[in-house]
Each structure stands twice: as C-alpha cells, then as structure tokens.
C-alpha cells in the first residue's frame, strides 16, 4: 500500500461500535470503521484480491474471521462499501499482544490516510478496552510501504519497534517430500512451484 498522507481526525459515532472518519477523499465526506461481520466475507476476499502482495485467503477462512474474530477485525466503508480492512486476534500464548494479520485498503483509497485510520481504530476500539500492551505483524521485506505505515503508527504512538526475522523464503516453500506419503510423492516436482517471501516479525510496544 503507498500511504501518501496523514489520517485526519477520528471522531466516535452515536454506535461504539463504528467510528465515523473525516476523509479526504473527493466522493465523500465521511468514512466508517465498524467491526467485521461474517456477511462481509465476499467483499473482504474481494478487496485482498485488489491489494497485491497480500495473500489471498478463501472465503471460508474469512468467514470464519467475521464469525469467531469479529470483536478484533474491522472494515472501513465509504457509500456503504467496504475500501479496506484489518484483520488480527490475540495469540493464545500471548494474551497482552494483538497480531495484525492483515492491513488493507482499496487503491482508490490508497493515499488518503485509511490505513492509518485502521490502525489507529485497533488502539482505541480493541488494544485499549482489553489493556493490549503490544501489537505484532510481519512484513515482507520488500514492502516498503506497509514497513511505513507501522513505522509512522509507532512513532505517533510514541511507542518503540522491532523487528526480527521470522520466516525465510525457504521456511516457506512447499514440501516436496514431507513424510513421502503416497499421495505426495506420486506429484511431480513442478506441481510445486509457488513461492513466498521472506516474512519479518514487527513487535511494537509496549502501551
């Protein structure tokens, strides 16, 4: 995502749920945060189609984000249609930590501070009400303009930022051989040619 400019003011809605955002696009005069809903899982899939190099999930797996994880998910919409996302949940193992999985915005959209927004929607609707002390995500090192985004988020937030390496390329390949089950190795080696890069763990915090 090439973010080019500042979010501008949030102000909360009647609904604590939502948030209505000042834009600057030039369609519109607001935009809304509220929570992912399971109904939204097309329209989520759709906009992570439109927003290369995210991965792209399966519906299934996106509905099940609205239907289990929809207190830590949100959608920005603006006339009623969703323009970005985030997606994350808190780690069973680390309850103080919310990990943002994915952070996403139209291209229409893109420059007009909605990822900021998002971000700054996740400290105060959820890392705040549930005393979240850090936030976690990984970023491939060729993205440059997401490594902004959180860079710029921790720097307003007045919070520190690590980074680690979490996976490698390698890491992430296909197995080819696994545990030479029947199925696997009767497939040839070139069914397995997909490729992923390198994922760095970002630690920011703590709150």
Known sequence: ???????????LAMDSSATTVAGTDEHC???QIRHLQQSDARYLHDLIVR??????????AYALLGLHHGATCFVALVDHQI???????IPPKQPDTYFLWQVAVAPEQQGTGLGSALLNHVYQ?????LQLNYLETTISPSNTASQQ????????????????AL??????????HGSGTSAQ???????FTDTHDAEDLYRLGSW
């Open 1 to 11: 995502m090439a973010l080019k400019k500042e979010d501008n003011v949030e102000t």
């Open 29 to 31: 005069n607001h935009r």
């Open 51 to 60: 927003c290369p190099p995210l991965d792209v999930n399966s519906l299934y």
């Open 185 to 191: 190795t009767e497939m040839p080696n070139e069914i």
């Open 83 to 89: 323009c970005g996302a985030v997606t994350g949940y």
């Open 167 to 176: 996976f490698s390329s390698h890491d992430l390949l296909p197995l080819i």
């Open 125 to 129: 609707h959820c890392m705040l009400p």
């Open 149 to 164: 985004l959180f860079t710029r988020f921790a720097q307003r937030q007045q919070v520190a930022i690590h980074q680690t």
